[in-house]
DNA sequence: CTCGTGATTGACGCTTACGTAAACGTAAAG
DNA sequence: CTTTACGTTTACGTAAGCGTCAATCACGAG
């Protein structure tokens, strides 16, 4: 080891294994293939084995995320793939608007979901609560 | 008909059958059926037909609002359990609390995750309408 | 009686998202 | 050379969440 320190490494070009990915984000080896099988994860190869680079690790951010969400795979395919399209023709953009609007509703709707729940869930507390008190000073 | 106007009905003594609960909450009757299979759902039996009552059609809509937040029918059992439960004995409301407390860090991480998602979108989005602009400002 | 409508219970099928071996390759360390 | 660590593919298994028949029953209208 060593020199490690102060060495200026190019910007972005630091790659993991499959191991580290999985280590750093908690899931499975088969996961992480998974996602590859279902075209949300490209790594580079080298030889036979997967190398990962930053935009990678991006991606098994995203995707986690939208599974925290409770998306399909599929659904946060679409998603993940609009953060990285190119430019293109007047159509893809008017396009990706479209789904933004769309996903931005659900998202909407969830978040309204989470607070009502929050909500339902403080009612629940105070209720406890005070049932706790009757219990005990009694 | 008629005489529906201004007749009052005793307090929440309205029923619903298997179809007008899933036309109301747009899903299937075999969906209806599994959650009362998963122990989610237990209507009245009038011989062998369902009949729900106002407390039936209150947890149907909470578990689909699960759904929506991606819970499994599992947590969502423990979750909508939660909200009729009795008073009961001391142990039993502490674990409640404890319960409240999970669902509540889950759904605030969620919910940060919608935010952040949402930003995300935000700045997709600008660089789109960017990109559309000089499609045809060109 | 018969028909249509709406209900019931199985039971098998399907998709999603992985888990779990099995069998093998490669490269460094002892 | 053998072990150990880490990686690979192939493939079958599984749990969740329903879809989709099929066969049957009950009931009111005609």
Redesign the interface.
């Known amino acids: 080891m060593g020199y490690v320190h102060n060495v200026p490494v190019p910007l972005d070009s630091h790659t993991w294994s499959i191991a580290e990915l999985a280590a750093e984000y908690d899931v499975t080896l088969r996961t992480i293939r998974f996602y590859e099988d279902r075209g949300l994860l490209t790594p580079e190869r080298r030889g036979t084995v997967r190398v990962y680079h930053p935009r990678d690790r991006v991606r098994l951010g995203l995707i986690l995320?939208?599974?925290?969400?409770?998306?399909s795979l599929d659904e946060i395919a679409t998603?993940v793939d609009?953060?990285d399209?190119e430019?293109?023709?007047?159509g893809q953009?008017?396009y990706?608007?479209d789904q933004?609007t769309t996903?931005?509703a659900e998202?909407?709707?969830?978040?309204q979901?989470?607070?009502?729940?929050?909500e339902?869930?403080a009612e629940?507390?105070r209720r406890?609560?005070a049932?706790?008190n009757t219990?005990r000073t009694r």
């Open positions: 995320r939208g599974k925290r969400l409770g998306f998603i609009m953060y399209a430019p293109g023709e007047e953009l008017v990706l608007l933004i996903r931005r998202l909407e709707q969830r978040r979901d989470i607070d009502e729940t929050l339902e869930l629940v507390e406890c609560e049932d706790l219990l």
